[in-house]
């Protein structure tokens, strides 16, 4: 099986739950499972059987609108490969999230949820401008309808604000990517969306070009100070459109700073390097100190996002290998630990009726085994050693001291920020006195403790040993570097 294949296959696994619904509610989510565990099984035979000569795992590649130098081109390099594992995996836990929550149209809800993980999948492997656009702009539409349909009270406000926000620098994006290949063409090369020949285009582009593409990934990332949208659609979303949102998709637009604004814009991205940067520390400082003022548990996550994200702006542009695979491992150990985090805000509201935290306390002394797991949870996001958070952020900032001392530092006050604002979260919810209705509360069962156990597994494997993720992201990032001239 091919990349498309493998988008094939969650497009028809989309359609095959939502037809599933005829059968019995849980039937949905069933299918939806079913569909992730061949993905699953495909990607690590893909990985068993390693890259070729020019490091890729999988490579399609057909004509498709020849008119115009539009193609089809899919390939799943190191890079790739781990983000789309990551894709899979938080979209199982999505779909386990989803059991008890979603409570009407079952298979409407998992046909979303899967075509938006389709949309990402072929984010991450689509190497035509185009076809990449285009998937950029297939994974908007039912994340917006997961929002609008099955989010919380202000549900509507938050997913035309989410779709405002993304499709206004989508629309940029679009705008630069067209000039770019015409400024291409004109420049003596032939008429193609293809990022291969693009990179090989003239050596000083328009600083403007970089504008559009850095605009709609900053926004996806997102970093301050485009950020607004994002706390409103984490609070307003199901807990599945949570994970899917913070796990996966503001992944995306790491993706597209690495892949795409520094090897085609080298020297603009050199000139804008520090504010950049700054842009990151701030991003770390800023949301961290957001995350600590909120009364909501799910806005206090969104908010800490925004700060976790900051560290891989802060790495992308410093732009040595220690600093973007500390990124990448940043990209991946975020997506563990906040996927987790939203799945434990979900359960508590689906238990308690409410987000609030002055309406929690003492939660511990009713369900224990919730209480362990969200201490593990909160630990990790605050970065303790021995965890897959503190090696991203470790070497984030070990790579940025290289570059800028001072915005090393800035960026450095966010751990502090951090175990502050988590140990607030831990100590309102689960400790202290007992403020909420001393009703009984139910506690993890089996298929949350297994979703739950499988991401601690994973993070505590990624900051004892991350050398298998380095290993995977270090040749395609010393690839990128090579194009860009190892700059900025």
Same mark, same amino acid.
Request: proline fraction near 5%; hydrophobic fraction near 60%.
């Given at each position: ?328 491992? +940043? ?70 001291? +290289? ?86």
């Amino acid at each position: 099986m091919t990349a498309l294949g493998l988008i094939v296959l969650l497009l028809a696994g989309s359609l095959l739950a939502w037809a599933a619904a005829r059968l019995g509610p849980a039937w949905p989510q069933r299918v939806s499972l079913g569909v992730l565990a061949l993905a699953t099984l495909w990607l690590f035979a893909l990985w068993q059987t390693g890259p070729d000569a020019d490091g890729a795992y999988a490579v399609f590649e057909r004509p498709w609108i020849a008119r115009f130098g539009i193609s089809v081109i899919l390939v799943i390099d190191g890079l790739s490969l781990l983000l789309v594992a990551l894709t899979l995996a938080l979209g199982a836990v999505a779909v386990v999230s989803s059991w008890t929550e979603v409570s009407e149209r079952h298979g409407f809800f998992q046909f979303n949820l899967m075509l938006t993980l389709a949309g990402v999948v072929g984010v991450f492997t689509a190497l035509d401008l185009f076809l990449f656009f285009v998937f950029w702009e297939v994974m908007l539409v039912p994340m917006y309808l997961l929002i609008a349909i099955w989010g919380h009270e202000r549900r509507a406000y938050a997913a035309m604000k989410f779709f405002l926000f993304t499709q206004i620098s989508g629309l940029l994006l679009l705008v630069a990517i067209i000039a770019l290949v015409l400024l291409h063409q004109r420049a003596g090369g032939e008429l193609s969306f293809d990022y291969r020949l693009l990179l090989d285009g003239p050596a000083v582009l328009p600083a403007w070009l970089m504008i559009g593409f850095l605009a709609a990934f900053l926004t996806k990332l997102p970093s301050v100070p485009v950020h607004s949208w994002l706390p409103d659609a984490h609070t307003q979303a199901p807990t599945a459109g949570s994970v899917i949102l913070a796990g996966i998709m503001l992944k995306t637009g790491a993706y597209g700073l690495i892949r795409f604004v520094v090897p085609l814009f080298p020297d603009a991205a050199e000139a804008v390097r520090q504010p950049v940067m700054l842009l990151g520390a701030v991003s770390v400082v800023y949301g961290g100190y957001l995350a600590f003022a909120q009364e909501d548990f799910k806005r206090l996550v969104a908010y800490s996002s925004i700060s976790h994200m900051g560290f891989v702006l802060l790495g992308v542009f410093a732009w040595n290998q220690l600093a973007v695979q500390g990124a990448v491992v +940043q990209m991946v150990a975020h997506g563990f630990s906040t996927a987790a985090l939203f799945m434990m805000a979900g359960a508590l509201q689906e238990r308690l009726h409410t987000r609030e935290l002055s309406r929690m306390g003492g939660l511990w002394q009713r369900a224990p085994r919730m209480g362990a797991v969200a201490l593990f949870f909160v630990v990790a996001s605050l970065g303790m050693p021995g965890l897959g958070n503190f090696v991203g952020e470790f070497m984030v900032l070990l790579g940025a001291f +290289q570059v800028d001392v001072g915005l090393t530092v800035l960026a450095a006050l966010g751990l502090v920020v951090a175990a502050a604002y988590a140990l607030l979260l831990m100590q309102r919810s689960f400790q202290g006195a007992d403020t909420a209705d001393a009703q009984p509360l139910a506690d993890f069962g089996p298929r949350e403790l297994t979703v739950m156990g499988l991401l601690m597994v994973a993070l505590v494997g990624l900051g004892v040993y991350p050398q298998p993720l380095l290993d995977l992201s270090g040749p395609v990032v010393s690839g990128l570097r090579a194009v860009s001239g190892a700059g900025p």
